[in-house]
DNA sequence: CTCTGAATCTCGTGT
DNA sequence: ACACGAGGTTCAGAG
């Protein structure tokens, strides 16, 4: 990783046009090429990148009266970022190898995976049909039926929404098309859920549950614990 | 900003937890005091980050044989990041100032501009009623009268996904309340549209159309070059 | 490969 | 403060 902290102004044009005045900043360049422009304060994202695969070209500016340097970057979608170095105030590059990368856990999917393992933690009686399961607009993330044998559409959110119910609508809505299945019911499940999406969804009949990540691992454990 | 390259394990407890094995990666402490932990390549955002406000303290590691130090980030929310330097390659300190920061142009506002200005690129004869037409739910982007008088809701998007249809069905909901206006047509307007969201569209009764920022930028300068 | 939905989304704007 | 929408979203996963 090289790391360049240089009084710049920046120029990109691609998917917009952006361009930073002169400042100093830091220059970031990792191992597989792409660039970074980092600010001194504000956010993790930088202000300006340019990602992997590029190609950087380094060149004097020849119309510049001191010595200031330009580094054009390319990438293959014609997209170009252009740094003028107006004065380097350090230049480093640290060998780093390999990263082994990030574990994660506690998001979405988890949930999922354990409400799936565990449909009568949400409803009684509750047997799961499919995970994921396909609609012309998308797949609904459980479909279960109840004690009754009736279709039951969940969705499954961290933080409960608006428009987490505006996907599950959209997914009744195509669901109760299919005979096979008609009525379909609707739940949104999630850790918390806002008051509006709670109000919109219960505009809608859909039966709102919030559950706990914690408490559901520790169902799933006591079963584990059985055999 | 402060630059450390060390040798370093990391943890992140908060909206989720995360861990990253003993690696070599880039430390930065930006002078709002966030943290971010970059590897040497992959993506532009960083493995871990904690935002300002945090509070960083420095302590060894009593239970450790070696001289390694842990970082402490800890914010208002809760959240920790817990980082545990085992060798420090590397540890500056750079003074950049305040950033004047980005100037952006080509956004999705760009585009409602130019259609506002040249409704007829989108039906022939269409003319503007308003930018922005309120509704009790939010603003529609365009409402527009076409060759018949009769009135078109327009929803603009860079990319048109199902988000966008949705969207517009609601203003086209409570546009079709207003006695005055119905009845009203709707028209899907964006650079791109998803295949899915076309389906959803057309679904709706909803007509789509795919238009060229450069080509209206065109458009627009032909009718300049009139004056 | 495309397409969909999640994200420690972030970031702005408006109320 | 919160809600809503855009983003050079980025990113991973499934068909």
């Given at each position: 990783m090289r790391l360049v902290v240089a009084r710049c102004t920046v120029d990109y044009d691609g998917r917009l046009t952006a361009h930073l005045p002169e400042a100093v900043r830091l220059l970031m360049v990792k191992a597989d090429g792409c660039v970074a422009i980092h600010a001194d304060?504000?956010?993790?994202?930088?202000?300006n990148w340019m990602n992997s695969p590029n190609t950087l070209t380094v060149g004097d500016?020849?119309?510049?009266?001191?010595d200031r340097v330009i580094w054009t970057v390319r990438n293959p979608g014609g997209e170009t970022l252009i740094i003028t170095l107006h004065e380097v105030l350090s230049d480093e590059t640290h060998e780093m190898g390999l990263d082994p990368g990030l574990q994660k856990d506690g998001v979405e999917a988890h949930l999922q995976e354990l409400l799936a393992a565990n449909p009568t933690a949400i409803l009684d009686g509750l047997r799961l049909v499919?995970?994921?399961?396909?609609t012309d607009i998308g797949p609904v993330d459980l479909l279960c039926r109840d004690a009754q044998s009736e279709a039951v559409a969940i969705e499954v959110k961290r933080r409960g929404e608006i428009d987490g119910v505006e996907q599950l609508t959209r997914y009744l809505e195509f669901l109760n098309r299919d005979p096979l299945l008609r009525p379909v019911r609707g739940m949104f499940v999630a850790q918390e859920i806002r008051p509006q999406a709670r109000v919109l969804a219960e505009d809608r009949g859909i039966d709102c549950m919030v559950v706990d990540y914690d408490n559901l691992r520790g169902v799933e454990s006591d079963e584990l614990k059985l055999f």
């Open positions: 304060g504000g956010a993790y994202k930088p202000l500016d020849p119309k510049a009266e001191d499919r995970r994921e399961y396909p």
